[in-house]
């Protein structure tokens, strides 16, 4: 794979891959960040969706980029929402410009 080809992960793939590599529990991180194990493990098998406030504490937690992570989290609920529509990847394209119209409306 190229190197500047970005491996793709659900943002709970992405927070459990970064549990496993510090060796750490789901308890551990759980109770660092203030939630309940059984939340964290659903966060990690893509059953839940973190909160903001969660993003904010596992980007602390971790010493991550808190808006990378947002913006993993975003991506996901686009996904999912591209999905259960089932639209097409040209519904993409009219958001991004209706994004750039609504900016320039400010």
């Known amino acids: 794979m190229p190197a500047s080809r970005k491996s793709i992960a659900t943002i709970g793939e992405q927070i459990r891959a970064l ?5 750490l529990s789901l308890r551990e991180v759980a109770s660092n960040i ?3 194990t059984s939340l964290l493990g659903k966060i990690e098998r893509n059953e839940r969706q973190p909160t903001k406030e969660q993003i904010k ?21 686009f ?10 990847l040209d519904t993409l394209k009219v ?7 609504l900016k320039n409306q400010k």
């Open 19 to 23: 549990r496993e590599k510090a060796v």
């Open 34 to 36: 203030g939630i309940d």
């Open 57 to 77: 504490q596992i980007a602390t937690f971790f010493k991550i980029d808190e808006k990378s992570l947002m913006k993993e989290l975003l991506s996901d609920q």
């Open 79 to 88: 996904a999912y929402r591209i999905i259960e529509e089932e639209a097409d």
């Open 95 to 101: 958001a991004e410009e209706k994004v750039e119209y």
